[in-house]
């Protein structure tokens, strides 16, 4: 079945240092979603990827979506104490209708 | 507008006894969804469901029920609870555009301990 995996698991960072997770798919996807969770809370979506190579940046967040459709990244440049959370990458295979989410990177964030 | 409503919140089962979650939406998404977030493991897909009368399996659909009469809510059954079903459990709900499914909107979650 698809598989969704995403490194690393856990991040500490220094306020201020940059911060990168990495998001692979087993399979070729339709889009890649991206989505935080502040501790105790729910998923909230961060943006979608649709075409191959696409990057998109929001304020400090960049993400990028691989030219094979298998692969992703999203890159915080200068994190700050409100960055801290699960990031989670979601990805739909190709003609499927299943959404299913890697593991997610808990950032930590040390002021 | 209240997105997407989780109910209970909190419970607390005995092994083998049964519950219902209800999940409703006020978007008028076609696509809804329950996960299960376990620690270490992201979120699970347990069942789907792409509209009215439809549900299909996710990841982990053994020991669940879901059932979607109405396009509003979608309804999530454990028959017989167990503490392996020991989790937070999270409803979402989404509206397709063109080939791929836009994004999921979540409720606040629900979480189930089984003794």
Avoid at chain 1, 3 to 15: A, F, L, S
């Amino acid at each position: 079945g698809q598989q969704v995996m995403q490194i690393p698991q856990y991040q500490h960072v220094q306020e201020g240092e940059d911060f990168t997770t990495y998001c692979n798919s087993s399979t070729t996807l339709s889009n890649i979603q991206w989505y935080k969770q502040r501790p105790g809370g729910h998923p909230v979506f961060l943006i979608q990827l649709v075409k191959s190579g696409e990057v998109k940046k929001q304020k400090r967040l960049t993400f990028q979506f691989g030219e094979a459709k298998k692969n992703s990244s999203l890159h915080i440049t200068a994190t700050q104490t409100t960055d801290v959370g699960t990031y989670f990458c979601a990805g739909l295979r190709t003609g499927g209708f299943k959404t299913i989410f890697g593991a997610g990177t808990r950032l930590f964030v040390k002021a | 507008n209240a997105g997407v409503t989780q109910t209970p919140k909190f419970r607390v089962l005995k092994t083998g006894q049964s519950m219902t979650l209800l999940c409703a939406q006020d978007m008028n998404h076609e696509y809804m969804y329950w996960y299960r977030q376990d620690p270490g493991m992201g979120l699970r897909l347990i069942h789907y469901s792409v509209g009215e009368g439809t549900t299909a399996k996710g990841e982990v659909p053994d020991g669940y029920n879901v059932s979607r009469l109405k396009k509003q809510n979608f309804l999530l059954g454990l028959e017989s609870a167990a503490p392996s079903q020991t989790s937070v459990y999270f409803c979402a709900s989404s509206f397709p555009g063109g080939d791929v499914t836009g994004e999921l909107f979540f409720g606040e979650g629900s979480r189930l301990t089984v003794l």
